[in-house]
Structures are given as C-alpha cells and as structure tokens.
C-alpha cells in the first residue's frame, strides 16, 4: 500500500503527526532523519523472529509518501537497508513508478 500527498508546511506538519501517531507504541523505528520540515522514517513491527510490517514515510515538505509491507521479512536485513538508507530510494522508486508526475526527490 502506498499514498503520496503534495505538502505545503501546515499539511506537513499535520503529516509528521500522523507518522508519530501511527507509529507509536506498536512499531520501532530503525532509522530516523529530520532534516528541518524534511522527514525519512523506517518504523517495524516485530513479531518472535521476523519483521512482520514495514512502514517508510518519507516528507520532503513537497510531497509525502507513506509506504506499507505486510509480510514475513528478515531483520537483519531490513536493519542494514536502514542502516544503508536503502528504505528512501525504494520508496521513491516506488512512487516514480506508481505516480510519474511526482518527482519524490524535490
């Protein structure tokens, strides 16, 4: 599942909240960068030994995506996409793919 929005700040900022809120208590967060109203978050839900659900949202306070997997993932591998912000070029790959008018690099 995906969605992208076009942002403006106040939608922006409403966005952000809505990652915090999804997120929660329910997933952890492997790799965060904030970058003024700019955003990349990589939340998981773990369930015994595997990723279960991946969440990426990605705010360049232009556009905004949010990016869902439901599945059965490794961890370990899922931590080093993170870790080699791998998470932010899927996700604009997939938008490039799915919305060609929005440029998710901007």
């Known amino acids: 599942m995906y969605a992208v929005s076009k942002c403006y700040p106040g939608r922006t900022q409403f966005l952000n909240q809505q990652m915090s809120g999804i997120t929660g208590n329910s997933f952890i967060e492997v790799y965060r960068r904030n970058d003024d109203l700019k ?6 839900r773990e369930k015994r030994n595997s990723v ?3 969440l990426i949202y990605n705010n360049n306070a232009q556009n905004a995506s949010f990016l869902y997997f439901n599945g059965d993932f490794d961890p370990i591998k899922v931590r080093e996409m993170a870790q080699n912000n791998e998470f932010e ?5 997939v938008i490039s793919e799915f919305a ?6 901007n």
């Open 39 to 44: 955003r990349n978050v990589v939340s998981i």
């Open 52 to 54: 279960k659900e991946i």
């Open 89 to 93: 070029s899927l996700g604009n790959n």
């Open 100 to 105: 060609p008018n929005i440029n998710p690099e």
